[in-house]
């Protein structure tokens, strides 16, 4: 690990100009490459003291032996050599976009005497239009069948093409109409190219004027009842028009735009965008990748434009590209997107409307697809297996983890204390053995005292199970009961984790210590920088970017803060709609709403006498008194605790059919 005052430039060596640098390793490798409007003071910013940096960004540095630069006469020169650097060096710290697949295009072979229209993936050849890319290949396939009606362009391969030719016959396609055949001259190399060219307008969005010379066309043959070139010339708009219909149009203007979004957390991000071509999704295409260096949501979208537009020409770049946060260089970005393009290109914020609209697809699109890359990760068998062993490793246990417990608080500004549970078996998630608390030892907001409570509560019913059992000999210890019930935390975890840093890490050990427990290990995931922290340490264990041992750790912990949430808004939510009639026992929704809606209001029901309440439909005496009674002057008491383990214990009476498990399962 190099010291950056190492290598750091002297005072006045670097200029105040805009250009490109690259941090080098002690193997002379390229590790990372930036730009900056003003070299002197982007690369001051890097030699500062190192705790006042990001991690991500004091890992390059102390990686790093030399930095070097070039100086550029402009912004925009130095995105272009940034992005030739990138593309050349591939530098590990750098953010670099891989697609999550090969996304398929149609290609129209415009660089062959008999152009060919085809499903293609890979890298772009010169020469070749495309049009995409899509979501899946037999989406292009239909479309093309749908076109080749009107458009009968060769599709067969060079073989085939060579083969026809040969023996003087075309292929099927060529009998169906499908094709013009040009391999047996029924149509001329200019006449073919020229269906080539009526093909790639279309599919470019120039759809109304080709459109309206087929209806002129139709029109005319009819007038000179040539009834079967207008029946052909109808079929052909409407294999068009179903063609188009597959591309639903989503911007009424006609727009050509790209819509760029992104899904992030703090170790990934995923990019969607969609192609919007005449108003038309045209295109779909994904990437997801890792953060590897300190970068926000307008770095992202900077990565992501150099990624999509650095090897494009022309009308391959949009008229407008909107995005959901503007880079720092965007007028710098503008301007290199229009030399690529040829003319200017509009880079923006949708505010409102259509474009709004559908930039929130887009978004929804870039979650879905974040959230299936974490599902694919976590499901895979090995991977959990992996997860666990350097889980086990970083902490060092005596074995894997097969069983890990993650608590988290959760409060409105010191109201409504509840904690949660969760649990993880053999890396997946068992939410049948979910479990909520509530904090009611002390009013207002400590988190570090809460975490200590709602521990002891769970391994303080764990060592009442092993009692009853034999398994555990107390000296003062009380026997509860048999109930009956399913045993709910009859089994210990071999790891505790917990959602915060040091203090609550110390909280939840010294609740274990306090109970004679020293099997159970315990560590903390602070979210801010994602590091792991075990009790008694001064320093966290810092797990690898790529560990899936962290990933697993961040899964538990999160899924623990989502339960924890759910569970406050929930109660919340029910101590706001709380009502006196609740606590009537056998009133139901029904007979509830029929009393009020015949009174007018809580607070006229309570003035009402027994015979008034009597004359509502379904109220019989008996629980018409049981109504006054409840108003008299009983206070609403709140849900049933259990003190052992802060569980809350619903009705039975009213609620015969339901199990622990129901009571634990997150919806």
């Given at each position: 690990m190099a010291d950056p005052s190492s290598y750091r430039p002297e005072p006045g060596q670097v200029p105040d100009s805009p250009g490109?640098?690259?941090?080098?390793?002690?193997?002379?490798?390229?590790?990372?490459?930036?730009?900056?409007?003003?070299?002197?003071?982007?690369?001051?910013?890097?030699?500062?003291?190192?705790?006042?940096?990001?991690?991500?960004?004091?890992?390059?540095?102390?990686?790093?032996?030399?930095?070097?630069?070039?100086?550029?006469?402009?912004?925009?020169?130095?995105?272009?050599?940034?992005?030739?650097?990138?593309?050349e060096f591939d530098p590990r710290f750098n953010v670099k976009y891989r697609d999550d697949k090969s996304y398929p295009s149609l290609a129209v072979t415009m660089n062959e005497e008999y152009p060919r229209v085809q499903v293609m993936r890979g890298p772009k050849k010169k020469g070749v239009r495309y049009f995409g890319p899509y979501g899946h290949a037999w989406a292009i396939r239909e479309t093309v069948d749908l076109m080749l009606r009107v458009f009968p362009v060769r599709t067969c391969s060079a073989g085939v093409f060579k083969r026809s030719a040969q023996i003087g016959r075309p292929c099927l396609l060529g009998y169906i109409g499908k094709c013009s055949a040009p391999c047996v001259g029924r149509v001329t190399p200019e006449e073919h190219r020229e269906l080539a060219e009526d093909f790639c307008d279309f599919m470019a969005g120039r759809t109304g004027t080709y459109l309206s010379r087929?209806?002129?066309?139709?029109?005319?043959?009819?007038?000179?009842?040539?009834?079967?070139?207008?029946?052909?010339?109808?079929?052909?708009?409407?294999?068009?028009?179903?063609?188009?219909?597959?591309?639903?149009?989503?911007?009424?203007?006609?727009?050509?735009?790209?819509?760029?979004?992104?899904?992030?957390?703090?170790?990934?991000?995923?990019?969607?965008?969609?192609?919007?071509?005449g108003g038309r999704v045209r295109g779909q295409r994904g990437w997801v990748t890792d953060k590897v260096e300190a970068v926000d949501t307008a770095g992202l979208v900077e990565h992501a434009l150099q990624q999509l537009y650095g090897e494009e020409k022309g009308e391959a770049v949009p008229k407008e590209v909107l995005v959901?946060?503007?880079?720092?260089?965007?007028?710098?970005?503008?301007?290199?997107?229009?030399?690529?393009?040829?003319?200017?290109?509009?880079?923006?914020?949708?505010?409102?409307?259509?474009?709004?609209?559908?930039?929130?697809?887009?978004?929804?699109n870039a979650l879905q697809s974040l959230a299936l890359h974490k599902t694919k990760r976590a499901g895979d068998l090995t991977t959990r297996s992996r997860a666990l062993e350097e889980i086990?490793?970083?902490?060092?246990?005596?074995?894997?983890?097969?069983?890990?417990?993650?608590?988290?608080?959760?409060?409105?500004?010191?109201?409504?204390?509840?904690?949660?549970?969760?649990?993880?078996e053999d890396g997946l998630a068992r939410k049948s053995e979910y479990r909520r608390f509530q904090v009611k030892s002390f009013e207002g907001q400590d988190d570090v005292r809460s975490m200590h409570e709602v521990v002891s509560r769970r391994f303080r019913r764990y060592l009442q199970e092993k009692l009853k059992t034999g398994e555990w000999d107390a000296e003062d210890g009380e026997v509860p009961e048999d109930d009956g019930r399913p045993k709910r935390f009859a089994y210990p975890p071999q790891l505790v984790v917990v959602d915060g840093g040091q203090p609550?890490?110390?909280?939840?050990?010294?609740?274990?210590?306090?109970?004679?427990?020293?099997?159970?290990?315990?560590?903390?995931?602070?979210?801010?920088?994602?590091?792991?922290?075990?009790?008694?340490?001064?320093?966290?264990?810092?797990?690898?970017?790529?560990?899936?041992?962290?990933?697993?750790?961040?899964?538990?912990?999160?899924?623990?803060?989502?339960?924890?949430?759910?569970?406050?808004?929930?109660?919340?939510?029910?101590?706001?709609?709380?009502?006196?009639?609740?606590?009537?026992?056998?009133?139901g929704e029904s007979r509830k709403l029929a009393l009020v809606k015949h009174f007018g209001s809580v607070k006229k029901l309570r003035q009402a006498t027994?015979?008034?309440?009597?004359?509502?439909?379904?109220?019989?005496?008996?629980?018409?008194?049981?109504?006054?009674?409840?108003?008299?002057?009983?206070?609403?008491?709140?849900?049933?605790?259990n003190t052992a383990t802060g569980e809350i214990i619903e009705d039975e009476a009213s609620a015969p059919a339901e199990t622990s498990s129901e009571r634990g399962t997150a919806p």
């Open positions: 490109v640098y690259k941090f080098r390793d002690e193997h002379r490798r390229v590790i990372y490459v930036g730009k900056a409007k003003s070299l002197r003071q982007r690369l001051a910013n890097y030699f500062q003291d190192i705790a006042g940096l990001h991690p991500r960004t004091a890992t390059m540095v102390t990686t790093a032996a030399s930095v070097e630069w070039t100086v550029v006469s402009t912004e925009v020169e130095a995105l272009q050599l940034e992005y030739s650097w990138i593309k087929l209806e002129k066309q139709m029109h005319e043959a009819a007038e000179e009842m040539e009834y079967e070139r207008a029946a052909r010339l109808r079929d052909d708009i409407g294999a068009l028009r179903r063609a188009m219909e597959k591309n639903a149009v989503v911007l009424a203007d006609a727009t050509d735009a790209d819509l760029i979004a992104v899904a992030e957390d703090e170790l990934e991000a995923a990019v969607q965008i969609f192609h919007v071509r959901p946060a503007l880079p720092e260089d965007a007028p710098a970005l503008g301007q290199w997107l229009a030399g690529r393009r040829g003319s200017g290109v509009s880079l923006r914020i949708p505010q409102r409307g259509d474009k709004k609209a559908l930039m929130e697809t887009v978004h929804r086990a490793e970083a902490l060092e246990l005596d074995g894997a983890p097969l069983r890990i417990e993650c608590f988290d608080i959760s409060h409105l500004q010191g109201d409504d204390v509840v904690a949660s549970m969760v649990v993880f609550q890490v110390a909280a939840a050990k010294r609740a274990l210590e306090e109970l004679g427990i020293d099997d159970v290990a315990v560590c903390g995931l602070a979210k801010r920088l994602e590091e792991v922290w075990l009790p008694g340490e001064d320093d966290p264990v810092v797990l690898p970017r790529t560990s899936e041992g962290l990933y697993l750790l961040q899964r538990v912990r999160d899924e623990a803060h989502r339960f924890a949430i759910q569970y406050q808004r929930n109660k919340r939510g029910k101590r706001l709609r709380v009502s006196p009639l609740d606590d009537v026992p056998g009133l027994i015979d008034q309440i009597c004359e509502v439909p379904g109220i019989g005496r008996k629980t018409a008194e049981t109504v006054a009674a409840a108003l008299a002057g009983a206070v609403p008491a709140g849900p049933a605790v």
